[in-house]
């Protein structure tokens, strides 16, 4: 009998949980970024082991949202929990029990969601701190079993892989056995070129970019052609995004297609195009284009 399920890693932004993803899939499927709120939307990572098919869902970090952008953020990130057989409660064990923690903790124990605590980045905090908080964050949300992990460097991390089958409720795979995740080309492209703005880019302009891919393209020699279009809030940001020269669009550019290319197993021609849009972020139709739902229904 085979068992397949789906696992929600959520937690506050920056605890790691796309590099977590990231790490268990063993391909880079999810951006990262040292930024708070890279990930936009909910990431599949399919996992085969054994007979189980584990279904890893990426979050958005989940955070007391403004713009119409934030709130369907935070809203796909319950979501992507809500279904989920399983819960991983990710916590940057450096930052310990913020606030956001504390809230996210408790929305789970209202839920009465089946919880695994994984404390993550232990590669860069005290040992001695990792007990009490493990003992304060039980005491706001009963959880199965915890974990003390570095997705970082991948400590402990295949201890918690090898301890999701038996986890999982027993029925037939849900993906077919050879993808990675559900994520379309067209999607993985804008993210890669996204990721490459939110690490060359500083302060607004990540937050106030969106990438939208146009065409995708399958040459007969093999290659993919792709264009992709920038949007910007403010003028100011587009001349940021292009650079002197054009040097920065061109340097985003280069390491998207590297990373593009290597993920789709094939050369790939990238074709950026940045265009100032104000208030695409409180735009319905630019929301779906990222694949999130309009917050205000
Ligand atoms: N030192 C250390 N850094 C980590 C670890 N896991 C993630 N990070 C870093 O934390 C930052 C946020 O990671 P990310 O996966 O984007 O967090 P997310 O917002 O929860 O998806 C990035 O700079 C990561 O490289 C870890 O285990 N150890
Ligand atoms: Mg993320």
Known sequence: MTRCGFVAIVGAPNAGKSTLLNRMAGAKLSIVSPKAQTTRFRVLGILRRGDAQ?????T???????????RAMVAAAWTGSQDADLTLLLVDARAGLTAQVRAIAARLAEQKRRTWLVLNKVDICDRPALLPLTAELAALVSVEHTFMISAGNGDGVEDLLAS???????????YPDDELTDLPDRLLAAELVREQIFLQTHEEVPYGTTVE????????????????TIYVARAGQKAILIGEGGARIKSIGAKARGELGRLLERHVHLFLNVKERSGWDDERARLRAIGLDDPDG
């Open 54 to 58: 584990i279904l890893l869902v990426d």
């Open 60 to 70: 958005p970090g989940i955070f007391a949202p403004r713009r119409k952008l934030d």
């Open 164 to 174: 999701l089958p038996p986890a999982l409720p027993e029925g037939p795979f849900l």
């Open 213 to 228: 891919t146009e065409t995708f393209a399958e040459r007969p020699d093999g290659s993919v052609r792709i264009d992709a």
